[in-house]
């Protein structure tokens, strides 16, 4: 089995013990290197080359979301997952529309945080329905016109089926999930959602998630 390799970068040295700590004693986890600013990510990752960078968003210099929107700008940019204090965050908001997979919060028990780095590694989006519903709710509240209008814009190259199943991805659903409610094999909804993630130009779920909630997609179905 090869190991996951992870890169850690947070400005505070006893974090990033804790999280090597912590993290190293897993048999598929390999911790590859520390960084304690956004900076010097890009060289790291060009070193190392991680499999998923966990990033904290509130560093002196260059920030984790500065940070995460220039890795995953590269060519087969490793996986980011944001490390956080809080849910409801703007800037958390702003690394994953960036293409985060997904947030921790920093005070998540290592057991989560450890089954966190393994789904993303696997290709999964680390968000619950439940959080990237809070998460939405709070960028409606600083969603302007412009962004609906640009986001319907953007859509309007999915047919019917991608649609369906754009919302479906919104909503949570998993691809077993959205393959029992749609009548379709999953392997199809993986073909669909590969698709999607081509014709919007977007990295993960989780943006599909965030574009679908934008163009008002989501608004008025009954879960």
Same mark, same amino acid.
């Given at each position: 089995?090869?190991?996951?390799?992870?890169?850690?970068?947070?400005?505070?040295?006893?974090?990033?013990?804790?999280?090597?700590?912590?993290?190293?004693?897993?048999?598929?986890?390999?911790?590859?290197?520390?960084?304690?600013?956004?900076?010097? /990510?890009?060289?790291?990752?060009?070193?190392?080359?991680?499999?998923?960078?966990?990033?904290?968003?509130?560093?002196?210099?260059?920030?984790?979301?500065?940070?995460?929107?220039?890795?995953?700008?590269?060519?087969?940019?490793?996986?980011?997952?944001?490390?956080?204090?809080?849910?409801?965050?703007?800037?958390?908001?702003?690394?994953?529309?960036?293409?985060?997979?997904?947030?921790? @919060?920093?005070?998540?028990?290592?057991?989560?945080?450890?089954?966190?780095?393994?789904?993303?590694?696997?290709?999964?989006?680390?968000?619950?329905?439940?959080?990237?519903?809070?998460?939405?709710?709070?960028?409606?509240?600083?969603?302007?016109?412009?962004?609906?209008?640009?986001?319907?814009?953007?859509?309007?190259?999915?047919?019917?089926?991608?649609?369906?199943?754009?919302?479906?991805?919104?909503?949570?659903?998993?691809?077993?999930?959205?393959?029992?409610?749609?009548?379709?094999?999953?392997?199809?909804?993986?073909?669909? /959602?590969?698709?999607?993630?081509?014709?919007?130009?977007?990295?993960?779920?989780?943006?599909?998630?965030? @574009?679908?909630?934008?163009?008002? @997609?989501?608004?008025?179905?009954?879960?």
């Amino acid at each position: 089995m090869t190991a996951i390799r992870v890169l850690l970068v947070d400005d505070d040295p006893l974090v990033r013990a804790g999280l090597s700590l912590m993290m190293g004693g897993a048999e598929d986890v390999e911790i590859v290197g520390e960084a304690a600013d956004g900076g010097e /990510v890009e060289a790291l990752v060009d070193r190392t080359r991680p499999d998923v960078v966990l990033m904290d968003i509130r560093m002196p210099n260059v920030d984790g979301l500065t940070a995460t929107e220039r890795l995953r700008r590269r060519e087969e940019a490793p996986q980011v997952v944001v490390l956080t204090t809080f849910h409801a965050d703007d800037q958390v908001l702003r690394a994953l529309r960036a293409g985060a997979a997904g947030f921790v @919060l920093k005070d998540t028990p290592p057991a989560e945080i450890l089954a966190a780095v393994r789904r993303v590694a696997a290709g999964d989006p680390v968000l619950s329905p439940t959080v990237t519903r809070q998460l939405m709710e709070h960028a409606a509240g600083s969603a302007p016109d412009t962004r609906r209008s640009g986001a319907r814009s953007r859509v309007a190259v999915l047919n019917e089926r991608e649609r369906e199943v754009a919302v479906a991805v919104g909503r949570g659903s998993s691809n077993a999930e959205i393959a029992g409610e749609l009548f379709m094999s999953v392997a199809t909804v993986k073909t669909h /959602v590969s698709r999607i993630l081509a014709k919007l130009d977007l990295n993960n779920r989780v943006q599909i998630a965030l @574009l679908a909630y934008d163009a008002g @997609l989501l608004e008025g179905d009954g879960h």
